[in-house]
């Protein structure tokens, strides 16, 4: 039985070593918010490829001010993903509107201390994996 987990945990230390924890846990590209988007904008990179706009849908729940009954609120988020080891340029166009939105990359502090507990700092940083972006609010891009 001890044979078998130390076998174990010795797979797991030798297989963590070749992958950062970023990469595992997150992967190469980094889901950025985006608020405030009117309808039938399109989001494009600096090469001109259009982006797919993804949308998430929540449910919340409040209590109304006037009883005690719940309503139900449904809250669409939309974002885009983004390859997180350089910056982008993106330009979003509504209609005859066009906004362009420089997104720097970010160092997560989180992914940087346990790629630090772990061992696995390196990869991390030769891939960029632990970097995150801000979210875009289109009512302040310029």
């Not at 987990?5 to 010795?10: H, N, P, Q, R, W």
């Not at 993903?81 to 340029?89: A, E, G, K, P, V």
């Not at 940087?112 to 972006?133: E, P, R, S």
């Amino acid at each position: 039985m001890k044979d078998s987990i130390g076998s174990i945990v010795l797979c797991i230390v030798v297989v963590s070593s070749f992958y950062g924890c970023a990469t595992i846990f997150k992967g190469y590209e980094d889901k950025v918010s985006v608020t405030h988007l009117p309808s039938n904008t399109k989001i494009y990179t600096q090469e001109n490829i259009e982006l797919p706009i993804l949308n998430t849908t929540k449910s919340k729940r409040y209590v109304k001010p006037s009883g005690g009954v719940f309503d139900s609120l449904v809250i669409v988020d939309h974002y885009i993903l983004l390859r997180s080891n350089t910056d982008h340029i993106l330009t979003l166009k509504n209609q005859d509107e066009e906004k362009r939105f420089h997104l720097y990359p970010r160092l997560s502090a989180g992914w940087f201390i346990l790629d630090v507990i772990t061992g696995t700092f390196f990869i991390d940083l030769y891939t960029g994996n632990w970097n995150h972006f801000n979210d875009i609010d289109y009512k302040f891009s310029k």
